[in-house]
């Protein structure tokens, strides 16, 4: 899943860009950062910045 407030592209364009906080999450982990783009014809996906990552998904906070 792939959850931020504002995501933009130009029509014509193959590139999607946001400069909001962005999350991607699955049941394995969660990436989380500012700033995004998806670029489909170089099929990549770029976090600008604040990049944090989870492992376990969203909201799993286990201790050893």
């Known amino acids: ?19 909001e906080v962005v999350q991607i999450s699955t ?4 990436v989380t950062g500012k700033g995004m ?3 489909f014809v170089k099929r990549s996906l770029v976090l600008l910045s604040d990049v944090k990552a989870q492992l376990g998904g969203i909201g799993k906070n286990e201790s050893n």
């Not at 049941?27 to 969660?30: G, I, S, V």
């Open 37 to 39: 783009q998806i670029d």
């Open 1 to 19: 899943t792939l959850r931020t407030d504002f995501l933009e592209g130009e029509e014509n364009s193959n590139i999607l860009q946001t400069d």
């Open 27 to 30: 049941d394995k982990y969660t």
